[in-house]
């Protein structure tokens, strides 16, 4: 009987320890993945931030994971390489990038409220319309948008980089379908308490739709900065470049292997922000893909 219970006792062991090694060599297995897939997506970034801090020899001499004389100086000759000067560019481009993405959320939030929460003929209709634009690719209203900034007297100036895309297809049709999760009878019972139509909006809505706003204004915020073309075709005044327009200029002017550092100082005063902003965000922006935002009780 004893020899039973110990051959038993010695089974539920080996199998308690089999699946224990199965979960250390799974959980090991998808970390080293999840580390290699790290380095990776950082490493670019590491070997920018190096080289901005290496010499021109340094950089072009023999590879090497940290500069031998790290010079920090670079980062301040950076400043006047660029036509216009890197800081002029780089609030430029924080002035349109942060209008557009702020007018962005604001119209587009707007139209998804009133899609998602009131009823009205015709509703549907316009949210079809909508939804039909993201259809087309940018091409092809490319030439109209510009006819209409000449119409308009806005060429050269700052005003064709942030009023079209105070609202957005893509945009509002996120938000609608975020808004729709929310009960009707929280903003029922608000109402009943003296809110405002424009108040259940305000203070109801855009803190529950939070992580969504974070998310979505991180992915604007990103393709508003790096936006080339757009500036390109309105843009025509150096002193109202924005970083993607000053650093076109970089090969152009620079166009040699004797500056390759403060090339790459430039580019990380370009990325800079974008990492900033997405740290910050970072929580939100995953809460705002994967839905746990708001749970109805």
Known sequence: MNSYFYAEEEWLITKDWRRLTRKISISTLKYSILIIGAIVAILPFYWLFISSLKTPGEIIARLTWWPENPNLMNFYDALNFLRPPI?????NSIIVTGSYTVLLLLGSSLTAYALAKYRFRGGRLVFWIIISTMMLPGVITLVPSVMLMFWFGWLDTYWPLIIPGAVNAYTVFLLRQY??????????AA?????????LFWRIMLPLCKPALAAIGLINFVWSWNDFLWPLIIISDQNKFTMQLALMGLWDIHGTLSQLNLVSACTVYATLPLIICSIITSKHFIKGFTGLTYTKR
């Open 179 to 188: 808004m729709i999760t929310v009960p009707d009878e929280v903003l029922d």
């Open 87 to 91: 800081y002029r560019a780089f609030m």
């Open 191 to 199: 109402r009943l308490y003296g809110c405002s139509e424009f108040g």
